[in-house]
Each structure stands twice: as structure tokens, then as C-alpha cells.
């Protein structure tokens, strides 16, 4: 096994660009989420390393090995799709089997290894049916054990929940983190769903219009979002982003009637900001009510979600809409005046969409 | 109903209309030879079986059929061969060329026989494949080559991409996943396009007439064109002949209508 | 580039094992005769047993090729374009020699067929087989024209036959006025567009002494008054007055099931018709029928078009000499007088005329020796089909439309054929 | 040369190969031989460079002329009508009701048909003596019989009966296609609007209807421009050319009066003839059908 190693890698379909100067590795046994919204480019990029696509410019290497000028059959990486593209006229076994007869594997091996996938995706009971007899889960794991019977260098997983009901989702996703602490595997997962990429990855990649916007662990990403648009994207609800303008001290940032006391975040690096346009973000989760006076922010209560666990508030401050959570037992009712702070370090700065606290 | 009743005779009509003619035919050729020539012509035949006999022994019936049954079929074989390859590049490949190679297929499956029939009859002369089923066959897959491979381009177009690219991951080389993913999955598409095929080489004439003037070699239609003699209108026989060249293609299409209509329809009225 | 051929070679494969299928292995010592089925089929069967039994070794082949005389020409020319040495000897129509001799396909048989054996063979079909001189085939049967009439109606009405056209008109206008049968019809001939058309019109302009075109200068004649007289007497007349008009969709089998079905008073066709038209099985007029040399015009003369086969020998063939040992065979004796006796067709050599065996069996030989020996054969040219479509046309439209003013279709006509003629002139080749 | 440019390559080229040696070389060698004069029965005029005198030749040949006036009235008159027909037969059988599947199968016997077969038959129907036409029309009264093939008038009419009862099944597939691809909620929400059944065939079939309608008239032109088995075994031709057609005409020409360069300049103005057509056809249903077939 090796890992897979991506320099400079873009792509134009015509005058459209897909993907610009992508860079970037993943370790041996790593599990590696690409992230991003639809259209953002991370599909391309998949079929990219998996050779069904041709790059504008660019390497591929898996180990030591370029693979960008082969085919795909010779790169030895196994590719989930999202609809899954089992062989609708053979069965369970056959479409394990397949590449393993490809390769000229004995009958006895062959064998083994389907028996050995099937045990332990547990479809030993399914082996002699054909896929439109199986369940959307079923379906799944026979793609998933269709990659898995070669041992390939790399997985590729092309968001291979997207297509199964909620409950279903959870549990095959963690089904795949067992599986892939059982098998060690070096897998690319490519996915829309920010849950998904938070417990399954390792390392998570953001995508988005092509470029490469933050590459870190799950905490990194959510905690220190290089970028406006990953501070958006990751979090559920969304991170609050207020646009205001930071005084001539570099001290107070104004949005409206909100007043947010910048020192502690910046601390120092104010005045290099000062009189400048900034976006202060604060996640839903970090605001904690104060008295409406002094408070940084005062709105008044539209909507109340109570989600049982959580409570989330929407309140209304000047022009802009915000979220925050309070605790489950806080009596709150609409057209109430809401004060709302939160701790210095938990506050994300950005100027012109780039973060720029520590 | 007045609704109802109109439906019910214009679909009367329209099965007179489509059956009638042919039953007619099919009626002489029961018919004996007085009863052929009877003026007013006498409607119901007395069944009588003899230029079924006289077809089959005396005008060669069975070796023309023979005949037909060998260059409709292996044109039928060598057109799907050949055309599911290029219908594969043509519904996967999208190239300028590959654009502009459809529009000639489409140009050239409406040129008139004649615009080309010389120099093909100079170029089977040539190889020395007149008066031989390769050469007949020859024509007739470059005759149905267009046909088939549009319908074919429409039916794999159809097919899950994701799958051959699947395939293509599990180590398949592109005529592989065409071997065996793509023609496995598109079977009921070639099925289709193999019985137009096939039923276009069975009644083909032109090429047939310019092509095999040898009896022993000839197909059904020219058998039955030149079934009258210098000085003999054996209707008898013909319409024996023609009932008998006629069958297997009526009950194709009464077993496969289905596949046909779409075949026929295939890329050309939808969207 | 790394493509998988595996494919690509099964299909080569198979393309390979379909074409080897199909090329069959011939053997060595065979005549291959391309000809066309005839009745009864025993006769040529017959025939040919008798050459092989006295040739030892050596087996004829047929092809048996389309009985139709325009596909058969066809079939043939297309194997002769071919130079196919498969082809020894073949089946002629009477006018094809010349066209075959010009065009380099038929083998000169002086070296074969000498004069002496040349004036055993009736003349007109011997004519009909010379072109530049030389001759080209020898005939097995003639065709000529002859008149067929109903022996009972015409004795009823105290006609004997007509000796002219006009004459034969008049007859059948009065018969038809007092049989007062709405299905009898006065005249049923071959005036469908195709070359029996030509045979039927060249015994019309011919026997009003006229013609077809001057071979000498190579001009059509077709625009000429006699020949014009002829054609529009056949439309307003023969036609007009006592034809019925699906004449103009008829070729031989249909006009002779006119007659033989006793809704025809005159008929005109070929040799075979005698024997069609006395078998009480085919025809209701058994036994009632007479036959008569064609009427004339008055002043002119009766012509008879020629017809009839003969074998030729292709140039290409490797075994001229054996080939003419088989169509020496089958143009025999033995195999002629089987001809006379037990086909309905007229043999061309002169004694079985004479043959008491065979005038037993066919007594209306005697009268139709006469026709034969007088029989015209159409111009011989190698652009006879061109020549030939051109006529066929105009005699079609001609006789079709009633009206019609044939001036400017005659003159048409004459112009496309001289066109065609004109060829005929260059680089001094006559 | 990229990847797929060559894989495509491959996978066209036995296809292409067919195209090249028996489609696109034959029209440029019948362009060449056109300008030559070559007759076959004459071969020591040998092969002459005559420039364009066999075109000047067509021009002024009447025969030609008529046959191409022919050909023309053929198409005019068979395709408008076969289109009507199909679309009638697809009307109703597109409505549901019992034995339908039956009856679609019937009317596509005629398509089944060989070309060859249907002549013979109409030409026995045509018979001026036992024909079923005449006993259709008269009954016993003999007297009064037609010789349809045999008259000036009528033999073109009898071709293009038999030509229209072959064919107007293959319009009636087109427009069936087409008819079923229209959705049924557009009725139900026309017969809401208070829709009739006139209203919703004039506003909502027939503007739906009309690519069908358009495709199945070019491939019917195109097609009966094609005629040929019908003269040949009907009629040959005659009575006095009424019935000779273009691809009849060149078919005598070039194979059994042997005149190769005059034959093939017949062939290079039928060709000429059915490019035109099919590239109108090209430029109204192309880029629609390109769509349907095309790669991802």
C-alpha cells in the first residue's frame, strides 16, 4: 500500500475551468474526506485519480508511481459510485467476483476472497441475487464489497450515502469507519454532507469553484476555518457572519447597533485592521445571553426552534439575521429583546473572506 | 356510444384496410388454376395445395428461402458486430468528428441505390464477389450499417454510464466493458435493431437483382420478381411463393411489434 | 498504444470462415452451360446424358439462370463483363449475337461450324447468328410470329382467314357486332412496354413496307409514312376497333389466356401457342384453333418476326473445342428431332420439317415451315437494347393514347436512335 | 492524438471502412465517370472524356425529364397522403380499447411485407380480367372492366396505391411514437379549460405532434424517392414510359443498355437530388436527433 500524492492537478471541460492547481497527499491508511458543495469540482477530481477522466495538467502518483498517463484498469484503486453501478445482469457474486476474473485470479481464490467480503459486509445470505432484488443498504455494500475484494491501493468513494434514507446513512457510516480501521485502508471519500466528512474523516479537504479552500483534521476545519466559505459550510446551523467595520483604534467593531470588543481576539493586531471592513464570526453554539444592555448584540426573538436537545434563536439585530443556542431551559417568547455575548477566543475574524485571528 | 361505435369502425377500416389486400393473395394461392382465372374472380379458394408443391419443387422455393435465410442473417450478424462497435464510440465519445460521422451515416442511409450501384457492381466485379453471398452481404451491411447503428447509439446512450466506468475500474479494457457489460446490457436494443435489420435484408431487391443473377444464389425477393417466364404468369406459384416469404415476417412482427415500433422510433421523436 | 485485438481478431475470424465457407471447389473436366429452365425438362435432361455418355469423364454442369429473356441477358452479360471462364457455353437470345460478338464475349465458330453444316439449319436463324460475316451461334429453335384464329367462328360467319390486316379487322368487327358476347374481344397481341413490343410492331411497319431503321446509313426510319401508317393503324384499328385495352399490360401469357379462355376471335403469337392453345386441359378453345401465316397490308408482304435461342460459346471459356462438342451435341440431330416431337418448340434444322414421325405429331410444322424460312430477324447491332428501349417507348406511347399525334413522337424517336446510331459510325468500325 | 479521439477511431473504423469503399468512393467514381462516355457493348470506342455533354444529354433527354417529373409527382403525392393515413391509424390506435395490441400488429403486416411481394400482389389485384379491383368496383358487369396497368392514367395511380398501402404503416409507427410521447396530463388539463375534442387536437396534439409529423414526411420523401421493386415488377416502366422513375431509368441505362457514363450521370443527379433532401432533413431534424444518440 501507498499513498496518493496530487500536484498541480486542473481541469477544463472547453473554456470552463473545473479544478485549479489542486495540490495535495494522502498519507498511507489515511481516511481523507473531500468536501464541498454540489458542482464544486470534488467529483471531477475522484474521477481525476481514478483515470476516467483525463487531467488539463497535473500528476498523479500513487507511492512513487505517476499513474495520470495510464488507464484506469492499471492505476489499482477501486471506485464507489454514488448510484452504486453494480452489474444489473450478474449477481451479487458475479459483481464481487468480477474484477477479480479480470485478473485472472484461480477459481479458489476468487472464492475465498468474495466468501471473505461478503462475511464481512454480511451478505453471505445475498450472494445469488440479482442487484434490483436487493435494499438500497444491500445495494451499498455490494459496491463497497466490490471495491474491497481486490484490495486496491486506494478507495475512492464518490458519495456513496447520498442515496440512502437518514437512519440508514448514520449507520452505514459508521460501518464504514469500522471498515476502514479494519482494513487500513487509504480511502479518498468524496461527500457534500459535513456530518459525514466530520466522523468519517481523518483529513478533510473543502472544495469549492474548483480551488482548494482548507485542508486540516475535522477540529482544525471547524474550529479554525481558513475562510469565510468554510465557516460557513461546516457547522449545522451555519456560523453567524456579521459584516461591520472596525473603529479608527482597531478596538471596536461596529455592525449596526452591535458593539463587539475586538481586543481580546486580536489581540495586538488591531490596529493593522483599524477603520477596516471585517466579518466577525460567531457559531450558533458559542453566544451565551447577557442583559440586553452592554450586551454585544441586541435582536429581538422571531423564531424559537426547540429541538428537545437543543433550543436555537433566531433573533433579528438591525439588518441581520442570527442564531444562536441557548440551554434547553431558557424560557424565551417571541418579540423578546435578546443580549447576546460570547467568549474572545471564540470569535473567527475575517478580512476580505480570510481569517486572520489565530 | 357514438364515440364508441366511431372507434369501432374506424379500426374495422383500418384492419380491412392493412389485412385485406394481402389476404386476398394469400386466397389465390390456394386457389387452383381455373379458379385463378375465373372472371369475376371467385372469393373462396377450394384449398387446393398444388402450386404450394410446384413452388417448392419445380420454382426452387425452398433455396431461395435458404438463401435468404443466409445473407439476412449474416448481414443481420456482421451489422450488429460492426455497427455496436462504432454505436459504442458514438454514444460515449463526443468528439467533433464523431458529430460530423453521424450526420454522414444519416446522409448516406437516404441516398437512392443507383447513386452508387455502378461502381459497387465494378468493385464486386473487381474482388470477384458477384454471384456470392459475401458479396451481397457486403452491400447489404453497408446498406443497413446507418440504420443499425443509430438505433444502437440510441439504446446504449440509454445504459448507465456508471457502470462502464465501473467496469472500466475493475480492469475492463473498452472492448471489454463493450463484450462485457455494455452488449450483455443492451441486448433487448440489439435484439431491436437485429430484427429491423434483418427484415430490410430479407426484402431488399436492388442490390439482390444487380448482384446475384445466378438462381442458385438468389434471394427470395428476385426469386419472386423473376418467378414469371418468357412465356408463363405462373400466379399460382407466386402467390405461394409470396404467402410462404411473407409468414416468417409476419409473425415476427406480430411477436415483436413492441420492438419494433420503439426501434423504428428510437432518437427520432423524442425530446 | 495498449489495445486489446482479442475482439477485433474473433470477428476477423469470423469473417475469414464465412467467406472460406462460401468459396465452393470446383472440379476439372466440366462444360459449364449457363441456361434457363425449360419444359419439358426431361428433353434437355435427355440431351445431355446423351453427350455425356458418349464423353466419358466429362460432366455438364447447368446454370440454370431467371426464364425471362431480359433478366437471363442480364445474368449472362454480367459474367461475360466478368470474363468468367466459369461460362462455356450459354443460351442466346436471337438478338443478342451481335451485340455479344461486338462486344467480345461470343467465340467466332468458323473454325467449327462450316458452311455446308451452316445450309442444314434454316436460313433466317442463320442470319439472325451472323454479324460481321462471321457467325456467332447455332440456333436450337426458331420463333416466328404466326396468326392464330378461332377455326369455328370465323366458319360461322363464312370468312376464311384474313390475308390482310384490314381484312382481319372487318372480320372481327363483324363478328363481335353479332355474337353480341360483352366478353369476346376481335384481337389479342403483346403490346406491353417491353421487347415483344418490338416484335409485334416490326410485322406491322415491315408488312406495310416499311422498317425499323437503314442499316446501311445508320438512320432510324421509324418517321418515314409507311411505318407511321403501320403504327397508327394498329392504334386506331387493331387496337381501337376490336382490341380490348389491357392489350397495352399484356405479354405472351396473358394475351394467349385471352384467347384461350375463347374471349379472343385472333391471337398472334409465337410456335408454342399452337400446342397451349390445342391441350383441352389449358384451353377451352381446343380443337377450334387455326393457325395462318401473319396478314399483310395490302401491297405488302407478311412478315413474321424471328425468334428463338441458340448456344453460344464464350470467348473466355479454356475449353472452346469440348464446348463445341456439347452444342454440337444439342443442336445434333437426335437432339433436334427430340425438339420437334416432345417440346412445343420448332427445331431450325430444315430436314425434320420433312421427319414423317415428327409432322404426325405436329402436322402445323408444315404450314409454319414457310413463316420459318420467311422469318425476319430484328436488325442485328450491338446497340440493339438501347435501339430496342427506345422503340418500345415510342410504340407504347404511340399506341396508348388514342389521339395522340404521332408526328412529333415518331420524329422524336428517330432523333434518339439516331443518336444511338450515330455511334456506330466512328473510327470507321461499320 | 488523445486517448479517446484514438479509442473511437478503432472502434469506427470497420464501420468506416464499409462507408469509404461502398458508399463514398462509388459517388466520387460515378462523379468521375460521368464526364466520359462508356458503353459497354461498344468497347472500341474505349473510354472518351466528353466534359459535361452527358449532363447537356439529360437535359434534353425527354425521357429523363419525364422520369424525374415522375419520380416527383410520386413523392408529392404518396408522402402528404401516407402521412395522413399514419396519423389517422395512430389516432385511433392510441386510444385504448380491447384488441388494440392485435390491430397494431395488423397494420404493421404491410411494413413487414417484402417490397417484392407487394407488387405481385397489387399487380394481380390491378388484373384488367380476374383482378379483385375490377370485381371490387363493377361486380360481374365485365364489360365494364380496367386495365389499370395497361392505361396511361391509371398506372401511376395503381403504383402509388400499392406504394401508399405499404408504407403509410412506417408513418403511422413514427407518429404513434410520437403521439405516445406526448403527456397525458396536457389533455386532462386542457379538458379542464373546457377543451373539445377538435380544440384539444388542433392546440395540443397536432403543435406536439409536428416534429413526428415533419420526420415521418422526410423519411417517407426520401424514401419514395427510392421507388424502384414497385415499377420494376408492376409495370417496367410503361404503359409508355407513365410509370418509368428516375432509379428505374438509370438501373436501364447503366446495366442492360450498358452506356456506364450516361447512366452514371443519371446516378450523380439522383444523388445531388437526395442530398438536397437530406440535408433540409438534416438541418430541421438534426441537431433533435443528434440529441437523443450523442455522448454525455
Redesign the interface.
Known amino acids: 500500500m501507498a499513498g496518493l500524492e496530487v500536484r498541480g492537478l486542473s481541469k477544463s471541460f472547453g473554456d470552463t475551468r473545473i479544478l485549479e492547481e489542486i495540490s495535495f497527499d494522502v498519507a498511507e491508511g489515511e481516511f481523507c474526506v473531500l468536501l464541498g458543495p454540489s458542482g464544486c469540482g470534488k467529483t471531477t477530481l475522484l474521477r481525476l485519480v481514478a483515470g476516467l477522466e483525463a487531467p488539463s495538467t497535473g500528476t498523479i502518483s500513487i507511492g512513487d508511481k505517476r499513474i495520470d498517463p495510464l488507464p484506469p484498469r492499471e492505476r489499482d484503486i477501486a471506485f464507489v459510485f454514488q448510484s452504486y453501478a453494480l452489474y444489473p445482469h450478474m449477481n451479487v457474486f458475479d459483481n464481487l467476483a468480477f474484477s477479480l476474473r479480470l485478473r485472472g485470479f484461480s477459481k479458489q481464490e476468487i472464492q475465498s476472497k468474495v466468501t471473505e467480503a461478503a462475511r464481512l459486509l454480511e451478505l453471505e445470505a445475498h450472494l445469488e441475487r440479482k442487484p434490483q432484488e436487493l435494499s438500497g443498504g444491500q445495494r451499498q455494500r455490494v459496491a463497497v464489497g466490490r471495491a474491497i475484494v481486490r484490495r486496491p491501493k486506494i478507495f475512492l468513494f464518490d458519495e456513496p450515502l447520498s442515496n440512502l434514507d437518514a437512519a440508514l446513512r448514520a449507520g452505514m457510516r459508521i460501518e464504514l469507519a469500522q471498515l476502514h480501521r479494519k482494513l487500513q485502508a487509504t480511502i479518498l471519500y468524496v461527500t457534500h454532507d459535513q456530518a459525514e466528512a466530520m466522523t468519517l474523516g481523518e483529513k478533510i479537504m473543502v472544495l469549492d469553484k474548483g480551488k482548494l479552500q482548507q485542508m486540516g483534521n475535522p477540529s482544525a476545519i471547524y474550529h479554525k476555518p481558513a475562510n469565510t466559505f468554510v465557516a460557513r459550510f461546516v457547522g449545522s446551523p451555519q456560523m453567524n457572519l456579521i459584516e461591520g467595520k472596525l473603529d479608527d483604534k482597531g478596538i471596536v467593531f461596529r455592525a449596526g447597533e452591535s458593539r463587539i470588543d475586538l481586543s481580546g481576539a486580536l489581540s495586538g493586531h488591531g490596529a493593522d485592521y483599524a477603520a477596516k471592513d471585517l466579518t466577525v464570526g460567531i457559531r450558533p453554539e458559542d453566544f451565551h445571553p447577557t442583559a440586553p444592555d452592554g450586551a454585544w448584540i441586541r435582536g429581538e426573538v422571531e423564531i424559537v426552534e426547540d429541538l428537545g436537545s437543543d433550543k436555537f434563536v433566531h433573533i433579528r439585530s438591525g439588518h441581520a439575521k442570527l442564531v444562536a443556542r441557548i440551554a434547553p431551559d431558557v424560557g424565551l417568547n417571541r418579540g423578546e429583546i435578546l443580549g447576546l455575548a460570547a467568549a474572545p477566543n471564540r470569535l473567527h475574524l475575517f478580512s476580505n473572506g480570510k481569517r486572520i485571528n489565530k | 356510444m357514438k364515440r364508441k361505435t366511431f372507434f369501432l369502425f374506424s379500426s374495422i377500416a383500418i384492419g380491412c384496410f392493412s389485412l385485406l389486400p394481402f389476404l386476398w393473395f394469400v386466397l389465390t394461392s390456394w386457389k387452383t388454376p381455373s379458379e385463378i382465372e375465373a372472371i369475376p374472380p371467385q372469393i373462396i379458394p377450394s384449398f387446393y395445395w398444388g402450386f404450394y408443391r410446384s413452388a417448392l419443387e419445380q420454382y426452387g422455393l425452398l433455396r431461395y428461402m435458404g438463401n435468404s435465410v443466409i445473407v439476412a442473417g449474416a448481414t443481420t450478424l456482421f451489422t450488429i458486430a460492426i455497427g455496436s462497435l462504432a454505436a459504442y464510440a458514438l454514444a460515449r465519445f463526443r468528439l467533433s468528428w464523431t458529430r460530423f460521422y453521424l450526420m454522414l451515416l444519416l446522409a448516406i442511409s437516404m441516398f437512392p441505390q443507383i447513386a452508387v450501384a455502378g461502381p459497387v457492381w465494378r468493385i464486386l466485379n473487381y474482388l470477384n464477389w458477384l454471384n456470392s453471398y459475401h458479396g451481397v452481404i457486403a452491400a447489404y451491411i453497408t446498406l443497413s450499417l446507418p440504420m443499425g447503428i443509430w438505433i444502437m447509439t440510441t439504446f446504449f446512450k440509454e445504459l448507465p454510464y456508471e457502470v462502464e466506468e465501473a467496469a472500466l475500474v475493475d480492469g475492463c479494457t473498452r472492448l471489454q466493458v463493450l463484450w462485457k457489460v455494455v452488449l450483455p446490457l443492451a441486448a433487448p436494443g440489439l435484439f431491436t435493431a437485429a430484427i429491423l435489420i434483418f427484415i430490410h435484408a430479407w426484402n431488399e431487391f436492388f442490390f439482390a437483382l444487380l448482384i446475384l443473377t445466378n438462381p442458385t444464389l438468389q434471394t427470395l425477393p428476385v426469386g419472386i420478381a423473376l418467378f414469371p417466364g418468357e412465356y408463363t404468369m405462373p400466379w399460382g406459384e407466386i402467390a405461394a411463393a409470396s404467402t410462404m416469404a411473407t409468414l416468417p415476417l409476419v409473425f415476427l412482427t406480430l411477436l415483436f411489434q413492441r420492438r419494433i415500433v420503439r426501434g423504428l422510433s428510437a432518437g427520432a421523436v423524442k425530446g | 498504444?495498449?489495445?486489446?485485438h482479442?475482439?477485433?481478431l474473433d470477428?476477423s475470424t469470423?469473417?475469414g470462415f464465412?467467406?472460406l465457407s462460401?468459396?465452393a471447389g470446383y472440379a476439372q473436366t466440366q462444360v459449364r452451360f449457363v441456361t434457363?429452365?425449360a419444359d419439358p425438362q426431361w428433353v434437355w435432361d435427355q440431351a445431355i446424358a446423351d453427350f455425356e455418355a458418349q464423353n466419358p469423364g466429362i460432366r455438364v454442369v447447368r446454370?440454370?439462370?431467371?426464364?425471362?429473356?431480359?433478366?437471363f441477358?442480364?445474368?449472362l452479360?454480367?459474367?461475360l463483363?466478368?470474363r468468367d471462364p466459369e461460362v462455356d457455353v450459354f443460351f442466346m437470345d436471337v438478338i443478342w449475337p451481335a451485340?455479344f460478338a461486338?462486344?467480345?464475349w461470343a467465340l467466332p465458330l468458323e473454325r467449327f461450324f462450316s458452311r455446308a453444316e451452316q445450309k442444314e439449319f434454316l436460313e433466317a436463324a442463320i442470319q439472325a447468328n451472323t454479324y460481321q460475316g462471321q457467325i456467332f451461334g447455332v440456333p436450337v429453335f426458331i420463333d416466328a410470329g404466326l396468326l392464330y384464329y378461332r377455326k369455328d367462328l370465323l366458319k360461322k360467319y363464312g370468312f376464311s382467314p384474313p390475308r390482310t390486316w384490314p381484312e382481319l379487322v372487318d372480320q372481327a368487327k363483324t363478328i363481335l357486332e353479332k355474337e353480341k358476347d360483352?366478353?369476346l374481344t376481335g384481337f389479342s397481341a403483346q403490346?406491353?412496354?417491353?421487347e415483344g413490343l418490338v416484335c409485334n410492331m416490326m410485322e406491322y411497319i415491315l408488312s406495310n413496307g416499311g422498317s425499323l431503321w437503314d442499316e446501311r446509313e445508320y438512320k432510324s426510319t421509324l418517321n418515314l409514312p409507311k411505318a407511321k401508317e403501320a403504327v397508327r393503324f394498329v392504334r386506331d384499328r387493331m387496337i381501337g376497333e376490336i382490341s380490348?385495352?389491357?392489350?397495352?399490360?399484356?405479354?405472351?401469357?396473358?394475351s394467349?389466356?385471352?384467347f384461350t379462355?375463347g374471349r379472343a376471335i385472333f391471337h398472334r403469337n409465337?410456335p408454342?401457342a399452337w400446342e397451349a392453345a390445342n391441350d383441352p386441359k389449358k384451353s377451352k378453345v381446343s380443337g377450334r384453333v387455326g393457325m395462318e401465316a401473319l396478314p399483310a397490308f395490302p401491297g405488302g408482304k407478311s412478315v413474321a418476326t424471328l425468334g428463338g435461342w441458340q448456344l453460344g460459346i464464350s470467348r473466355f471459356s479454356r475449353k472452346p473445342d469440348l464446348a463445341w462438342k456439347f452444342v454440337a451435341s444439342m443442336t445434333g440431330k437426335e437432339s433436334q428431332r427430340r425438339i420437334g416431337l416432345f417440346t412445343s418448340r420448332a427445331p431450325t434444322r430444315k430436314q425434320l420439317y420433312r421427319d414423317p414421325e415428327i409432322l404426325k405429331k405436329n402436322p402445323q410444322f408444315e404450314s409454319e415451315f414457310q413463316t420459318f424460312l420467311r422469318a425476319v430477324p430484328r436488325p442485328r447491332t450491338?446497340?440493339y437494347?438501347?435501339l430496342s428501349?427506345i422503340m418500345?417507348?415510342y410504340f407504347?406511347?404511340?399506341v396508348?393514347?388514342p389521339n395522340s399525334d404521332l408526328d412529333p413522337l415518331a420524329s422524336?424517336a428517330s432523333r434518339?436512335m439516331d443518336?444511338v446510331l450515330d455511334?456506330?459510325r466512328?473510327?470507321g468500325?461499320p | 492524438m488523445s486517448h479517446s479521439h484514438r479509442a473511437a477511431l478503432q472502434f469506427l473504423f470497420p464501420s468506416f471502412l464499409f462507408v469509404l469503399v461502398f458508399t463514398l468512393f462509388p459517388i466520387v467514381e460515378s462523379f468521375r465517370l460521368s464526364f466520359y462516355r462508356l458503353i459497354l457493348t461498344l468497347p472500341w470506342l474505349g473510354q472518351k472524356f466528353v466534359g459535361w455533354e452527358n449532363y447537356r444529354d439529360l437535359l434534353t433527354d425527354p425521357v429523363a425529364l419525364h422520369s424525374l417529373l415522375t419520380t416527383l409527382m410520386f413523392v408529392a403525392v404518396t408522402t402528404p397522403l401516407e402521412v395522413l393515413f399514419g396519423l389517422g391509424m395512430a389516432l385511433v390506435l392510441s386510444e385504448s380499447f380491447r384488441g388494440r395490441g392485435y390491430l397494431r400488429a395488423i397494420v404493421l403486416v404491410p411494413w413487414a411485407i417484402p417490397t417484392v411481394v407487394s407488387s405481385q400482389m397489387w399487380r394481380f389485384i390491378f388484373n384488367d380480367r380476374y383482378g379483385l379491383f375490377n370485381f371490387f368496383l363493377f361486380g360481374d358487369d365485365t364489360s365494364r372492366y380496367l386495365a389499370p396497368l395497361a392505361d396511361l392514367s391509371l398506372a401511376p395511380i395503381a403504383i402509388i396505391v400499392a406504394e401508399i398501402w405499404k408504407t403509410s404503416s412506417f408513418a403511422f409507427l413514427i407518429i404513434l411514437a410520437g403521439l405516445q410521447a406526448i403527456p397525458t396530463d396536457l389533455y386532462e388539463a386542457a379538458s379542464m379549460d373546457g377543451a373539445t375534442v377538435w380544440q384539444k387536437f388542433r392546440y395540443v396534439t397536432l403543435p406536439l405532434l409536428k416534429p413526428a409529423l415533419l420526420l415521418a414526411l422526410l423519411f417517407r420523401t426520401i424514401d419514395a424517392l427510392r421507388v424502384f421493386d414497385l415499377v420494376f415488377v408492376m409495370t417496367q416502366g410503361g404503359p409508355a414510359d407513365a410509370t418509368n422513375v428516375l432509379q428505374f431509368y438509370g438501373y436501364k441505362k447503366s446495366f442492360a443498355e450498358g452506356m456506364i457514363g450516361y447512366g452514371s450521370a443519371i446516378s450523380v443527379v439522383v444523388f445531388f437530388l437526395s442530398l438536397l433532401l437530406s440535408l433540409i432533413y438534416i438541418r430541421s431534424m438534426g441537431s433533435r436527433m443528434l440529441q437523443t444518440v450523442e455522448a454525455r
Open positions: 498504444m495498449k489495445f486489446s482479442k475482439g477485433l470477428i469470423l469473417v464465412l467467406l462460401c468459396a434457363w429452365r446454370e440454370v439462370g431467371p426464364h425471362s429473356s431480359t433478366e441477358h442480364d445474368l452479360t454480367q459474367k463483363k466478368n451485340e461486338a462486344a467480345g360483352p366478353q403490346f406491353k412496354q417491353y380490348h385495352r389491357g392489350v397495352m399490360a399484356y405479354q405472351e401469357p396473358e394467349l389466356a385471352l379462355q409465337w408454342y450491338p446497340v437494347i438501347p428501349n418500345q417507348r407504347s406511347s404511340a396508348v393514347v422524336l434518339d443518336r455511334l456506330l466512328e473510327k468500325r
